[in-house]
């Protein structure tokens, strides 16, 4: 069985489902267990919500929030269709609207809010790449339906079972950790001159808020990290004094 949501918004895809689906006060879209008891979390975007969701990052958090509760596999099913502006690059729906003619008919227009079809796709690969999660696409409920039933088919047999894959390159483990961030990190990050880079090494640095409050401008100056090659790098005077200035 699979376990949907029971929110308005999915009764189309409940009912695309059919008996297989049994509508639940989730925190997802919609979810299921494998057969080796594993738990698998679906969420189910049309393309103008996963925009508004990539610029205020609340997609990760719903990830994060999936993670919490148990999640082994993330999945985002992308539902419609899309398209790279031809003229300017923008991101694209289809809609029904008055074309050059005259006529009621589907046009293409820039989804809301607007964004460039190259930041929609590096971030669709990212997720896959660094996050470990699958992406998968439907042009309708119905596809979406369709991807969740396959989906749950693919893990009702154990992994050692599917061979397709037995001679193609195997990629490396996501490098991102879909681990929500510490208070530390997360105040450190907004602070002049820190940043998300330096913020790891702040929350390395200081184990609470307070701490990081109380530390002088000579401890803050001292903070280092390491480049990709290897190098030194310490955040320095100046950063470390307009970093102090901005939390006292």
């Not at 005259?102 to 227009?109: D, M, V, Y």
Request: glycine content about 6%; aromatic content about 8%; hydrophobic content about 40%.
């Amino acid at each position: 069985m699979i376990f949907t949501s029971d929110l308005p918004c999915d009764q189309d895809m409940i009912r695309a489902l059919g008996s297989m689906a049994i509508p639940v006060n989730l925190f997802t879209d919609a979810c299921f267990s494998s057969v080796e008891e594993k738990l698998v979390c679906v969420e189910r975007k049309k393309i103008g919500d996963m925009v508004s969701c990539i610029l205020s990052g609340r997609f990760l958090f719903q990830m994060q929030n999936c993670k919490a509760a148990g999640a082994d596999y993330l999945c985002l099913i992308l539902e419609g269709r899309y398209r790279r502006g031809l003229e300017d690059g923008w991101l694209e729906i289809p809609v029904w609207g008055i074309n050059g003619r005259g006529n009621h008919a589907e046009i293409w227009r820039p989804v809301k809010s607007s964004m460039q079809f190259s930041r929609f796709e590096q971030y669709l690969i990212e997720l896959q790449r660094d996050a470990g999660i699958i992406v998968e696409h439907a042009e309708n409920v119905n596809g979406t339906a369709a991807v969740i039933l396959a989906l749950y088919q693919n893990f009702q047999s154990p992994a050692d079972k599917h061979q397709s894959l037995n001679q193609m390159f195997k990629p490396p483990a996501p490098s991102i950790q879909l681990v929500r961030p510490s208070l530390v990190r997360r105040v450190a990050s907004e602070l002049s001159g820190i940043g998300w880079e330096w913020s790891a090494v702040v929350a390395d640095r200081f184990k609470s808020v307070k701490d990081m409050v109380d530390a002088d401008v000579s401890v803050w100056a001292g903070l280092e990290k390491v480049s990709s090659n290897g190098k030194r790098r310490r955040l320095g005077k100046k950063t470390a004094e307009k970093v102090v200035r901005s939390l006292h």
